[in-house]
């Protein structure tokens, strides 16, 4: 049982393997590279697609826009009260799948969906059906398809939820972080429990088959106690999915986080005994532990995907989906087409004069070479199916050596079959995964995939 691991890092391992990346919940707004990709090279990328006319597709799309901006956010935002630049936005992004869909054809089917941001449900109603609109005039949305979006409690009405659910969401998540009034003041965002366990029932009674909740962990004075009630009060709420993510704290390239005090923030041994109370939490309510950071019922997808070792991870998160294109729409979204992996320009104005030229507003890429694939796919089987098989040591010889090296401590185990991840190195897997990641020859540049929070 889960409850009874006692994760006990010593410094040296929680200094070598504890830090995060950062990043943001459920966003794909993580750096993943500054090695430029033009306009003709995603072109060709996207050409390939011509070749496998009926592989079904994923999108993920980025809407940019939040009616604050939250301390701790990692995420690629605007804050905006302008209906007019959102409707703007909407405009364009048009414009960008209308240039992609004449590359790869019209009406392309579409396995998965995922709206993310930002804020997706700042928009109003007229932009939100506008926005599904738009898809639907380019890609054929299959029944059965999964389709997601984000949501700010705070942001949420019934009428709005009602309208989502009409537009065909099925999955829906919130972000409520941490239910603690002092954290909530600390980041700048202040929902009370009644506040989300409304919105929360709403979503329910409105029939959403998914509904997600987002917590954080790492966060200015977030104590033991303190997040145990969240984690206490989330267990009663009973969603059908927690995702609980480390708080990366980066002001260096995110300066609204210097208004947070580094001194109220938890030591790297305090995160890992937050994340432990959310693990027993959750395991103790009948939740299961899956992949890196998050909670599913045993009747959920990702458990059964995990438990024969077929889950995979995209740029858009954990799915037992075979669907490994993903497009990416709107301002620094993250795709993977046809062996490579395509960042959007990150800043509006520019992502905005891109399209106006015409051209694709893709600012990074990289073409993966086929040692990249290898180590790219070793990482994210063990990210997601805690092993990896003895066959990839041929592939991967200093990888599996130095991760067999951690037998010592303790975080996995060796057998003629492969490695296994211990409970106790699931903890520190995200270190695992970024250490061997970082063997990657991503030359000069940050070109790297790493694990997003
Ligand atoms: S709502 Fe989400 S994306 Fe917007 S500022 Fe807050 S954390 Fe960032």
Known sequence: MASTINPSLSHELLERYGHSSPGCAFSLTERVGDQPFSDAQYREVLTQLLQRPDEGLAVYLHVPFCHVRCLYCACDTTVTHSQEKIDRYLDALEQEMALVTDLIGRGRRLDQLHVGGGTPNHLNEPQLARLVEILERHFQLVPGACTSIECHPRRASAGQLELLYGLGFRRISFGVQDLNAD??????????????????????????????????????????????ATLDQICELGPDRVACFSYAHDPATRPHQHAINPDHLPSAAEKVGLFHRAVRSFTDAGYRWVGLDVFVRESDELFDAQAQGRLYRNAIGYTPLPAKQVLAFGPSGVGEIAGALVQNEPDLRVWHQRLKGSQLPVAWGRRLSEADRRRREAILYLMCNLRLPASSASDLEEEYARLCSNAEHGLVEVSEEGIQVTPRGRYLLRGLCNEQDALADWGSSQWRFRVQN
Do not use: K, W
């Open 183 to 228: 954290v909530q003041r600390a980041i700048g965002r202040v929902q009370s429990l009644n506040m989300v366990r409304d919105v929360f029932l709403t979503a329910r009674e409105t029939g959403f088959e998914s509904i997600n909740l987002d917590l954080v962990y790492g966060l200015p004075f977030q104590n033991q106690h303190g997040f145990q």
